[in-house]
């Protein structure tokens, strides 16, 4: 199990909070995390860091506007212009860090900011993993979703976790997690520079990307999906598998939205084995 160390990174525009493992391996792994309240990319993608730093270099960094990097002083006038930061910062990262090209796994948010990569930035991209995206047309505006989006109409740590259990699918098995991570995110989604950027992101609506975009991309893509995600719907995946020319699809039955805390063990090996063409 690898070392998870952490520090800030400074590139032109943002100051970027990163969590690593796996420093000096050949092949870069790069984990963008989701939203909702308090979000952190430790909190999603810890296990993931812990498995796969043995052989990879792995990069967990927060977004733009999201827990421990910087935060626009003037909210950002829609969720494109968001968008737009996120890639730049990404790049910005890559640079500073001398990484020419990197292997992304996205969850949900992340997914979307990993797919504007590819169409943006190709050639900064080896494979990518897709885990819960949505954002398509198909997409279900779930109720778990819009109700995640009201939290800080009456915020409170017992919402949140309500919240949270929404995400899984065995609430019971997985109430342990959601209790270790209450307090920091509660803390987190309480800075007030972390509620105005979480206002500005969910302000407006994403456009989803067009499908001629979709169909232009080269690169390999895995998109993993939980059966049972009440967060972003599994017809998602259906839609992006359907236009994606190089596409995997793996679904996890029994599972929401966390798989990569849900079903860690199988997910970390699932991203190994594609990352090791051994899939």
Known sequence: MANV????????????????SGEGNPE????LHGSGPGVTSIANWRPAL???GDQFQCLAPDLYGFANSSHPEVPLKNRQAWMDEWIKQTIQLLDELNLEKVHVVGNSLGCSIALEL?????????KVVLMGPGGTPNTKLSLELARAK?????????????????????????WPVIESLTDDRYENAM??????????IF?????????????????EVLLVHGLNDKVCSIESSYYLAEHLKNVQLHVFGQCGH?????EKERFNHLVHSFFTDSL
């Open 191 to 200: 800075r007030p520079e972390v509620r105005r950027s979480n206002d500005s």
């Open 28 to 31: 870069t792994v790069l984990f």
């Open 118 to 126: 590819l169409i943006e930035h190709p050639e900064r991209i080896n």
């Open 150 to 174: 009201s939290f800080y109409d009456n915020p409170s740590k017992k919402k949140l976790q309500q919240i949270m259990s929404w995400f899984v699918y065995d609430v019971e098995k997985m």
């Open 203 to 219: 302000a407006t609506a994403a456009v989803p990307i067009p499908t001629v975009a979709l169909n232009r991309i080269e690169n």
């Open 5 to 20: 160390s952490s520090d800030v990174v400074k590139t032109e525009d943002f100051e970027t909070y990163l969590n690593r």
């Open 50 to 52: 812990e498995a796969m």
């Open 258 to 262: 966390w798989t990569q805390l849900e």
